[in-house]
């Protein structure tokens, strides 16, 4: 055996020759010596002497510190292979592992469908995986939750690329229109003290050109860090030409159709944004009662959650009716009051008006309105149709003027009397006071309701009459809903079905006009016809769309009969929603609406990866315009995976600091550096010190380097259907880790295979494999079918606990330990067949895992030696382990190996109870209830040995093993005796024993006593207690265990 190896069996060796140790202590005696001296003779400057010690140690532990850190430093040219001949450092290095092979993948085209030569074109559809990325706003950096996207899109890809498909992945960018305005305004005016209106909008959207070309490489440049399997050639912006021309198309067309139309209606507006946003941007915030929340603009929080009572006389007439509001506010805009004709109590409103308080000239009709709940508040309902989707059918239904008293910018309009200019907040405190000094006001109680939150700003959604463009999708809904009842589409997990068929069966026309200046301006003109008056906004007849204004005006004059020089045409200033650009990408990244060769072979797709919550936002919306627009489904499968939340199950929040940037992970970053990253964020000065309370918390120490191989793994492993990630990061750690036992474990492998291993071509069994061969084989043909299986389903820990199992608990813990004899042993024969097994578990294990773990698997493959000179370059595009004949499944000898493993672990039981040290050996015997047992024992005795570090081993048939040992039954078969006779003294380790028990005893007695007295409870801070609490529990168990070995070594006596 090489001394290579024996070095790497023995761990860290024997100690060092004694002369090196006497050499060492003289040093030390010297070095003593010459300090003892120099305090003598310079007493004063004693503590100087110490500060400077101190301060010379500290460099010292950098230095070794910076002697772990290992780097790839041999000269390798961008997109040139990294060299692997050179020698495998003595520990795994995430850096120096992930170095030069991503360029080189690229360079090679391994990403590429067309990667060898490959036609495309002549490939039926299930020979092609295609998938595009959900576009990553441009506004940043990403986070865990697009880290947990692209491990699980790169594992589905690099698996399906591995069982021989042509992948294509096409990756890109969302120009994000609210998102990255609101960064670039805030931007602007931190830097300028200037708004976007100060600069107009052109130099704003230059603007925002100029910061997406300087910020948006960050999203690229992480992509590729975390090992994404992108094809970089086709990478798309929604914002590029060819993708700008795809929308202005699709808008086209859909208002041709009749799909797009537009209207004035009720919608959500963001004071904040100043624009409309659709539904399901909206947030929901319930809340019980009497509640103050904090409103972007305001000072102080606002009150929601009463519903505010006051009186409105009845015209001609000495009585009054009392409505009740949760917006008092709105009271300056109404113009009904509504009452259920069924309702006894106000048959004398039938036909009356009230007047308005405020407004001298408004006398407000009582209207009877089936709708009204003559339960809720009073039974008499103020109507104000400008400010309220329910009041707004109802104004609708009864021909009620719509008087908007709110402006774009939250302020009360100009005919408001004294209210007018407030804010829409101030002017509730002020409509009450009004209200209660005209002797009005009738009370205040609290009130359960819901507060619509705008899900970008966190403004209060404020209800406003737009004319805006809709898409009517009633039809594409249907459609939709028919393609998933019929199986056409399939979404997973099955508990969205539910959720897709509800939304879509109640959908309303999506409202895609965005008040905003950055985004894909509406292709939508307004007709002036010379000499006629202007016609209203919301005549059809009068809008016209083409992809130039040119375009726009010759379909105008061929519509409307007139010449083009007497029209003139006026673009709308809206853009579309950002969502309706992202609707398009899975056809528009490929060139339509041209019949590009992209578009006929990669459209459609095969999987739509992403996250269950933009299901309605972006997923429905895909399906809907991909059957109106090109008559076919974008994709056939749909995955939805969990959110990622922190350790504790919050969302993830800049404003909390639990949101992590993937990077921070793989190169791990200090708790300063962490909180520093807040001041990038936009956040206020009361929001920074939130966050950096709770970074502190959870990272006291920063986040270590974990390494992209570990993170990327962690994420698959967490990837459960159906249930939310709470993903604590420090446990990645724990995969790095695991990455170590990996590179120990090939290092080892390779040493023992040596330089001049040749493994058999083609893989192939001789028959003379020994049992534990077998049982890893076994093992391995295991994992391979779970994995196969954990990928296929979308039930990624099936695969992730299957491969970790393998390598940590089955070859590493296990096998590599029952070969180091076969290794350091005679039998050559023996030796070359467990070598070729061994080799066959690395390579098979390595391209199992290669999806999850792509860097480290391709650092150790490379350094693998092959069966053939034809293999494939990289790992990339080596053929996944499928079941093959060559690796059987032998569950009889596994239940086995499980056997002889129960009787290893209680063998290491009863030692670790004994307290023996790991180098002295024991007399083993095991009892056996019958010859079969006792048969299949005698097979693996050999490996009891060698994982239980016996000195001998006696198998047992209903014969009782000699006295003096200590026993363990395993099964109802077979019972394990260690022989301690001898090995422990007896009395010597019952008196440490019990001289531990008598102090613990105290130890609780004294927490007992204390918690016994009068005043704990109130005295004693809840911490405390709990912590106490603990200490008891703890001691009293390790009491008991004490107190059962005392009772094992009497048995011994």
Same mark, same amino acid.
């Given at each position: 055996?090489?001394?290579?190896?024996?070095?790497?069996?023995?761990?860290? *060796?024997?100690?060092?020759?004694?002369?090196?140790?006497? $050499?060492?202590?003289?040093?030390?005696?010297?070095?003593?010596?010459?300090?003892?001296?120099? &305090?003598?003779?310079?007493?004063? @400057?004693?503590?100087?002497?110490?500060?400077?010690?101190?301060?010379?140690?500290?460099?010292? &532990?950098?230095?070794?510190?910076?002697?772990?850190?290992?780097?790839?430093?041999?000269?390798?040219?961008?997109?040139?292979?990294?060299?692997?001949?050179?020698?495998?450092?003595?520990?795994?290095?995430?850096?120096?592992?992930?170095?030069?092979?991503?360029?080189?993948?690229?360079?090679?085209?391994?990403?590429?469908?067309?990667?060898?030569?490959?036609?495309?074109?002549?490939?039926?559809?299930?020979?092609?995986? /295609?998938?595009?990325?959900?576009?990553?706003?441009?506004?940043?950096?990403?986070?865990?939750?697009?880290?947990?996207?692209?491990?699980?899109?790169?594992?589905?890809?690099?698996?399906?690329?591995?069982?021989?498909?042509?992948?294509?992945?096409?990756? =890109?960018?969302?120009?994000?229109?609210?998102?990255?305005?609101?960064?670039?305004?805030?931007?602007?005016?931190?830097?300028?003290?200037?708004?976007?209106?100060?600069? =107009?909008?052109?130099?704003?959207?230059?603007?925002?050109?100029?910061?997406?070309?300087?910020?948006?490489?960050?999203?690229?440049?992480?992509?590729?860090?975390?090992?994404?399997?992108?094809?970089?050639?086709?990478?798309?912006?929604?914002?590029?030409?060819?993708?700008?021309?795809?929308?202005? @198309?699709?808008?086209?067309?859909?208002?041709?159709? =009749?799909?797009?139309?537009?209207?004035?209606?009720?919608?959500?507006?963001?004071?904040?944004?100043?624009?409309? !946003?659709?539904?399901?941007?909206?947030?929901?915030?319930?809340?019980?009662?009497?509640?103050?929340?904090?409103?972007?603009? %305001?000072?102080?929080?606002?009150?929601?959650?009463?519903?505010?009572?006051?009186?409105?006389?009845?015209?001609?007439?000495?009585?009054?009716?009392?409505?009740?509001?949760?917006?008092?506010?709105?009271? $300056?805009?109404?113009? =009904?009051?509504?009452?259920?004709?069924?309702?006894?109590?106000?048959?004398?409103?039938?036909?009356?008006?009230?007047?308005?308080?405020?407004?001298?000239?408004?006398? !407000?009709?009582?209207?009877?309105?089936?709708?009204?709940?003559?339960?809720?508040?009073?039974?008499?309902?103020?109507?104000?149709?400008?400010?309220?989707?329910?009041?707004?059918?109802?104004?609708?239904?009864?021909?009620?003027?719509?008087?908007?008293?709110?402006?774009?910018?939250?302020?009360?309009?100009?005919?408001?009397?004294?209210?007018?200019?407030?804010?829409?907040?101030?002017?509730?405190?002020?409509?009450?006071?009004?209200?209660?000094? &005209? *002797?009005?006001?009738?009370?205040?109680?609290?009130?359960?309701?819901?507060?619509?939150?705008?899900?970008?700003?966190k403004d209060v959604i404020e209800p406003l009459l737009k004319p805006q463009w809709y898409v009517n999708v009633k039809e594409m809904s249907a459609r939709s809903v028919d393609a998933l009842r019929k199986g056409e589409l399939n979404i997973i997990p099955e508990m969205f079905h539910k959720t897709w068929y509800s939304w879509l069966e109640n959908s309303r026309d999506w409202c895609i006009s965005r008040q905003l200046w950055w985004g894909h301006r509406i292709p939508a003109y307004f007709v002036q016809v010379a000499g006629q008056p202007r016609a209203q906004d919301i005549d059809g007849n009068y809008w016209v769309t083409g992809h130039t204004e040119e375009e726009a005006k010759n379909k105008a004059a061929a519509k409307l009969g007139i010449d083009a020089s007497k029209l003139t045409l006026t673009q709308?200033?809206?853009?579309?929603?950002?969502?309706?650009?992202?609707?398009?990408?899975?056809?528009?990244?490929?060139?339509?609406?041209?019949?590009?060769?992209?578009?006929?072979?990669? %459209?459609?797709?095969?999987?739509?990866?992403?996250?269950?919550?933009?299901?309605?936002?972006?997923?429905?919306?895909?399906?809907?315009?991909?059957?109106?627009?090109?008559?076919?489904?974008?994709?056939?499968?749909?995955?939805?995976?969990?959110? /990622?939340?922190?350790?504790?199950?919050?969302?993830?929040?800049?404003?909390?600091?639990?949101?992590?940037?993937?990077?921070?992970?793989?190169?791990?970053?200090?708790?300063?550096?962490?909180?520093?990253?807040?001041?990038?964020?936009?956040?206020?000065?009361?929001?920074?010190?939130?966050?950096?309370?709770?970074?502190?918390?959870?990272?006291?120490?920063?986040?270590?380097?974990?390494?992209?191989?570990?993170?990327?793994?962690?994420?698959?492993?967490?990837?459960?259907?159906?249930?939310?990630?709470?993903?604590?990061?420090?446990?990645?750690?724990? %995969?790095?880790?695991?990455?170590?036992?990996?590179?120990?474990?090939?290092?080892?492998?390779?040493?023992?295979?040596?330089?001049?291993?040749?493994?058999?071509?083609?893989?192939?069994?001789?028959?003379?494999?020994?049992?534990?061969?077998?049982?890893?084989?076994?093992?391995?043909?295991?994992?391979?079918?779970?994995?196969?299986?954990?990928?296929?389903?979308?039930?990624?820990?099936?695969?992730?606990?299957?491969?970790?199992?393998?390598?940590?608990?089955?070859?590493?813990?296990?096998?590599?330990?029952?070969?180091?004899?076969?290794? *350091?042993?005679?039998?050559?024969?023996?030796?070359?067949?467990?070598?070729?097994?061994?080799?066959?578990?690395?390579?098979?294990?390595?391209?199992?895992?290669?999806?999850?773990?792509?860097?480290?698997?391709?650092?150790?493959?490379?350094?693998?030696?092959?069966?053939?000179?034809?293999?494939?370059?990289?790992?990339?595009?080596?053929?996944?382990?499928?079941?093959?004949?060559?690796?059987?499944?032998?569950?009889?000898?596994?239940?086995?190996?499980?056997? /002889?493993?129960?009787?290893?672990?209680?063998?290491?039981?009863?030692?670790?109870?004994?307290?023996?040290?790991?180098?002295?050996?024991?007399?083993? %015997?095991?009892?056996?209830?019958?010859?079969?047992?006792?048969?299949?024992?005698?097979?693996?005795?050999?490996?009891?040995?060698?994982?239980?570090?016996?000195?001998?081993?006696?198998?047992?048939?209903?014969?009782?093993?000699?006295?003096?040992?200590?026993?363990?039954?395993?099964?109802?078969?077979?019972?394990?005796?260690?022989?301690?006779?001898?090995?422990?003294?007896?009395?010597?380790?019952?008196?440490?024993?019990?001289?531990?028990?008598?102090?613990?005893?105290?130890?609780?007695?004294?927490?007992?006593?204390?918690?016994?007295?009068?005043?704990?409870?109130?005295?004693?801070?809840?911490?405390?207690?709990?912590?106490?609490?603990?200490?008891?529990?703890?001691?009293?168990?390790?009491?008991?265990?004490?107190?059962?070995?005392?009772?094992?070594?009497?048995?011994?006596?």
């Amino acid at each position: 055996m090489s001394d290579a190896v024996n070095g790497l069996l023995a761990g860290n *060796g024997d100690q060092k020759p004694k002369s090196e140790k006497e $050499l060492k202590k003289e040093a030390q005696k010297l070095a003593k010596l010459e300090k003892f001296k120099a &305090k003598e003779s310079k007493k004063q @400057e004693d503590q100087k002497n110490k500060s400077t010690d101190a301060v010379k140690e500290k460099p010292k &532990k950098k230095e070794i510190k910076d002697r772990q850190v290992i780097t790839y430093d041999v000269p390798t040219e961008k997109g040139a292979k990294k060299d692997t001949k050179c020698a495998m450092p003595d520990a795994y290095n995430p850096g120096y592992v992930e170095a030069a092979w991503y360029d080189w993948w690229v360079q090679e085209g391994f990403f590429k469908p067309e990667y060898g030569g490959r036609d495309v074109a002549s490939l039926k559809y299930e020979d092609k995986f /295609v998938i595009v990325i959900p576009p990553p706003n441009v506004t940043g950096s990403l986070h865990l939750g697009h880290g947990l996207t692209s491990a699980v899109q790169d594992c589905i890809v690099r698996w399906q690329r591995m069982k021989g498909k042509a992948v294509l992945w096409v990756p =890109g960018c969302d120009h994000a229109g609210i998102a990255t305005q609101v960064v670039v305004e805030k931007i602007l005016w931190r830097d300028h003290k200037k708004s976007r209106h100060d600069l =107009g909008r052109d130099a704003f959207v230059d603007e925002i050109w100029k910061w997406k070309n300087e910020k948006g490489h960050r999203i690229y440049d992480q992509l590729q860090k975390l090992g994404g399997s992108y094809d970089w050639d086709r990478v798309s912006f929604t914002m590029d030409a060819k993708l700008y021309k795809a929308v202005t @198309e699709a808008f086209c067309r859909l208002h041709e159709m =009749g799909l797009i139309y537009r209207s004035v209606r009720l919608v959500n507006w963001s004071c904040t944004l100043r624009s409309a !946003i659709s539904d399901i941007e909206v947030d929901k915030k319930e809340i019980e009662g009497r509640t103050f929340l904090s409103v972007p603009g %305001y000072d102080q929080k606002v009150e929601f959650g009463v519903l505010v009572s006051f009186a409105y006389k009845v015209c001609d007439s000495d009585k009054e009716v009392v409505v009740a509001t949760t917006r008092v506010e709105t009271m $300056l805009g109404d113009t =009904g009051v509504a009452v259920h004709p069924d309702d006894a109590r106000y048959k004398y409103l039938h036909g009356k008006f009230v007047q308005h308080p405020f407004v001298e000239s408004r006398k !407000i009709p009582v209207v009877l309105d089936e709708f009204v709940d003559m339960n809720f508040g009073t039974g008499a309902v103020k109507i104000t149709p400008a400010h309220d989707s329910n009041d707004y059918e109802v104004g609708k239904r009864f021909n009620l003027p719509f008087i908007t008293i709110i402006d774009d910018n939250g302020l009360i309009t100009g005919d408001c009397g004294p209210f007018t200019g407030m804010k829409r907040f101030d002017a509730r405190k002020a409509v009450l006071q009004a209200l209660k000094d &005209k *002797g009005l006001y009738r009370g205040t109680k609290d009130n359960p309701m819901v507060i619509p939150m705008c899900s970008r700003s966190k403004d209060v959604i404020e209800p406003l009459l737009k004319p805006q463009w809709y898409v009517n999708v009633k039809e594409m809904s249907a459609r939709s809903v028919d393609a998933l009842r019929k199986g056409e589409l399939n979404i997973i997990p099955e508990m969205f079905h539910k959720t897709w068929y509800s939304w879509l069966e109640n959908s309303r026309d999506w409202c895609i006009s965005r008040q905003l200046w950055w985004g894909h301006r509406i292709p939508a003109y307004f007709v002036q016809v010379a000499g006629q008056p202007r016609a209203q906004d919301i005549d059809g007849n009068y809008w016209v769309t083409g992809h130039t204004e040119e375009e726009a005006k010759n379909k105008a004059a061929a519509k409307l009969g007139i010449d083009a020089s007497k029209l003139t045409l006026t673009q709308d200033e809206d853009v579309l929603d950002t969502w309706f650009s992202s609707a398009l990408f899975p056809f528009s990244v490929f060139g339509w609406p041209d019949q590009t060769d992209d578009l006929k072979l990669y %459209y459609p797709g095969t999987l739509l990866e992403t996250g269950h919550d933009i299901i309605f936002f972006w997923v429905a919306r895909m399906v809907m315009l991909g059957l109106t627009l090109l008559d076919k489904l974008p994709f056939r499968d749909v995955y939805l995976h969990a959110l /990622v939340r922190d350790a504790h199950g919050r969302k993830m929040s800049k404003s909390l600091g639990n949101v992590i940037d993937p990077l921070d992970v793989i190169h791990g970053i200090e708790l300063q550096g962490l909180q520093a990253k807040l001041y990038e964020n936009n956040l206020d000065e009361k929001e920074i010190e939130v966050a950096m309370r709770g970074q502190k918390a959870d990272y006291p120490n920063g986040i270590p380097e974990c390494g992209v191989d570990a993170l990327r793994f962690a994420l698959v492993s967490y990837t459960s259907q159906g249930r939310d990630i709470n993903l604590d990061v420090l446990r990645v750690q724990g %995969y790095r880790f695991f990455c170590n036992k990996l590179w120990n474990a090939t290092k080892f492998a390779l040493v023992s295979l040596g330089s001049n291993f040749r493994p058999y071509h083609p893989l192939q069994l001789t028959g003379k494999e020994s049992l534990m061969d077998q049982w890893i084989l076994s093992r391995l043909s295991q994992a391979v079918k779970l994995c196969n299986q954990g990928i296929e389903t979308f039930d990624f820990p099936i695969c992730t606990s299957a491969i970790y199992s393998f390598w940590l608990y089955e070859l590493c813990d296990w096998f590599l330990e029952c070969l180091k004899p076969v290794i *350091g042993g005679q039998n050559e024969d023996a030796k070359i067949v467990s070598l070729n097994v061994l080799f066959t578990c690395l390579d098979v294990g390595l391209r199992l895992l290669h999806p999850m773990m792509p860097f480290l698997t391709e650092e150790l493959f490379q350094r693998l030696p092959r069966r053939s000179e034809n293999s494939p370059p990289s790992i990339c595009v080596t053929p996944y382990p499928e079941d093959e004949k060559a690796i059987p499944h032998n569950p009889a000898l596994e239940a086995d190996v499980e056997f /002889v493993q129960n009787i290893v672990k209680s063998i290491r039981s009863i030692r670790s109870d004994y307290m023996l040290l790991p180098k002295t050996q024991v007399e083993v %015997y095991l009892k056996c209830s019958d010859n079969e047992t006792a048969q299949t024992l005698n097979q693996f005795k050999d490996v009891i040995t060698a994982m239980a570090n016996t000195s001998s081993i006696s198998v047992l048939i209903n014969t009782d093993p000699p006295q003096g040992c200590a026993m363990s039954t395993v099964s109802a078969k077979c019972e394990t005796h260690l022989m301690l006779k001898g090995q422990i003294d007896i009395t010597k380790e019952k008196v440490k024993l019990e001289t531990k028990k008598e102090t613990l005893n105290k130890q609780l007695t004294k927490l007992i006593e204390a918690a016994a007295s009068p005043d704990y409870l109130t005295k004693v801070p809840e911490k405390v207690r709990t912590d106490n609490a603990e200490k008891v529990a703890a001691l009293t168990t390790e009491i008991q265990t004490i107190t059962n070995g005392i009772e094992t070594l009497l048995k011994l006596e």
